[in-house]
């Protein structure tokens, strides 16, 4: 195999990581939703890389800190609550009300 190959070097290594899927989303959508239930000071890296399934290292290689990490799961909540807004405001079926 190829990969095997090309490891021996760092730039065979890089190579061969970019064939690999990423599991930022993963780790991210999965500690959003053990942060939420459990609550990001009481919550470890244990337990968010068990909870979505993968390696420390996973962690490591996507987030510098916890800290790093709990912006990214803000800014996920925020893209996500910002396209529900977006979609509710763009709905014309649902009347205006006047206050």
Known sequence: MLCSRLTDNTFGRILCEWGRPSFRNQIIASGMQTVH?????TVGLRE???????AQGSFTNH???????????LDHY???????????????TVSQRSV
Do not use: N, P, W
């Open 48 to 54: 968010i890389t068990a909870e979505a399934g993968v």
């Open 78 to 92: 925020f893209d996500q609550l910002r396209a529900v807004m977006a979609q509710t405001l763009e709905d014309e």
């Open 37 to 41: 239930h459990r609550g990001f000071g």
């Open 63 to 73: 987030f510098a800190s916890k800290e790093e990490f709990g912006v990214a799961v």
